[in-house]
């Protein structure tokens, strides 16, 4: 790492911390002026001297930092501040969840959670004035990267267009075609050129100009194969002088099968008594505006391709898809009834998932279960679509969080492998605590746009008239 890029990690970190020590200074404020004293008042035999009370400041911000730091709340100017701010509310109302608990537990009763809202609310106001100022002065210091493209003869277009949405971040300042010449290419990229990106490029000529890059410290953003997401997940062997790669079937082992479907168990119970209110208001509102069926069943495949019938609270019409064609939701679909439309951005036809989870059918975390023909549809074009069934298919998964709905099936397929390589218990927490955020990001419920109605044909992303 140079010395500018450690300057400038080094100078957001601090904001980053000062901004969360404002926020561990209205704690400690509510602290001396009201929690604790009442605390002291109901629980006589409860004292703290100095020491005490510095560690109960000090355990609040290192959860305030934690949280934060898993949902990306650091990232200020890498991400989009609203993304920032949303992750900074998410992991304040987490905290402030478990020191209610904390010091509920030390009043031996519950304490008014009126402080707690006007904690919450005073740390709002901070999460959303620190940001943005922080990120006023990220993009000030640190102007977009002026990016080369280095593209393939397949289309780069939706690449650029992702790119040119963080135009506070990144300018693509030139494209090029890699039939140009390699030497040509690396020429343009020394004399004007810090940061490259290499789209869709045959393995020999991506490793010329990565190895280019790499000698001159130049940044290089890369589009992965799925060879690369394989070989990312792949454990390094040392069986003698010479360096090996060991890429196995990656088969989950006994204790984490059993570590899996434990928490399975656990979570669902739990899950499914404290959201049955909102499930049996549900039902009763979907039955009432149309007299059809409550829940919608439909064929899914999991592990092994082991078909199964998924729950799910009927969003569409009862004859949505009377004329037998498998087609996913589009943006605005005519299907999709009022009631639907307002279940599906707030996930609550999802929640019959959880009794398939508890029988066993799926897991918490795992790739999103796929109908049989549009796997078959898919793997005609994309073989290796049949990967992501080496694991239980999942509520939530690695594609969810770091995608969108309308994420392509290649993209999305190699997101479901990066998590099928990775696998931890400790992922899954992680991706949990994750899926809370994506779950108040409307773009992660959108359908899918008319212009990408043809990724059902062309599920790799290649030229319609390869086909």
Not at 428 to 435: A, E, H, Y
Request: with cysteine; aromatic share 12%.
């Amino acid at each position: 790492m140079n010395k500018k890029l450690a300057a400038k990690r080094m100078i957001m970190l601090f904001l980053n911390l000062i901004g969360l020590m404002f926020e561990t200074g209205v704690y400690a404020y509510l602290w001396f002026n009201s929690f604790y004293p009442s605390i002291n008042h109901s629980n006589t035999g409860l004292k703290f001297f100095v020491n005490g009370h510095i560690l109960i400041i000090f355990i609040y911000f290192v959860l305030l930092y934690f949280f934060t730091s898993t949902y990306g709340g650091l990232k200020v100017g890498y991400l989009k501040p609203m993304d920032v701010i949303i992750s900074q509310i998410v992991a304040a109302i987490l905290v402030n969840i478990i020191t209610y608990a904390q010091l509920s537990l030390m009043n031996n009763w519950l304490l008014p959670v009126r402080r707690f809202f006007l904690l919450f609310f005073v740390q709002t106001v901070i999460i959303i004035l620190w940001t943005l100022l922080c990120n006023v002065i990220y993009h000030r210091v640190y102007p977009p990267r002026q990016i080369l493209l280095v593209h393939g003869d397949r289309p780069y277009e939706d690449i650029v267009r992702k790119f040119n949405s963080r135009s506070d971040k990144f300018n693509i300042a030139r494209t090029v075609n890699v039939s140009e010449g390699i030497e040509n290419i690396c020429d343009v990229i020394e004399k004007e050129y810090r940061t490259v990106l290499l789209w869709d490029l045959d393995t020999y000529k991506r490793n010329r100009l990565l190895k280019f890059c790499y000698s001159r410290s130049i940044r290089v953003y890369m589009m992965p194969k799925i060879p690369d997401v394989l070989i990312k997940g792949s454990d390094a062997v040392h069986l003698f002088d010479t360096p090996l790669l060991l890429i196995g079937e990656h088969a989950l082992t006994v204790e984490q099968r059993a570590t899996k479907r434990l928490i399975d168990l656990i979570l669902s119970i739990i899950l499914i008594v404290l959201t049955s209110p909102v499930m049996l208001i549900t039902a009763i509102v979907i039955k009432l505006y149309d007299r059809g069926p409550v829940l919608y069943k439909q064929v899914r495949c999991t592990a092994g391709g082991k078909e199964f019938k998924i729950l799910k609270f009927r969003s569409m019409k009862v004859d949505a898809e009377k004329d037998g064609v498998a087609r996913l939701a589009s943006k605005n679909d005519s299907r999709i009834t009022p009631i639907g439309k307002f279940i599906r951005s707030v996930r609550i036809d999802e929640l019959p998932q959880l009794f398939n989870i508890f029988i066993g059918d799926m897991s918490f975390i795992g790739p999103r279960p796929e109908r049989p023909e549009i796997i078959e549809q898919y793997s005609q074009k994309m073989p290796e679509f049949v990967f992501r069934m080496k694991m239980k298919a999942g509520l939530a998964g690695y594609a969810q969080v770091y995608g969108k709905y309308n994420t392509t099936p290649y993209d999305k397929l190699k997101l479901d492998l990066t998590y099928i390589e990775n696998y931890s218990v400790w992922l899954d927490l992680k991706l949990m605590l994750l899926t809370l955020k994506i779950l108040i990001k409307p773009e992660s419920t959108e359908g899918v746009e008319s212009s990408q109605t043809t990724a059902m044909k062309n599920p790799s992303g290649e030229k319609a008239d390869n086909e």
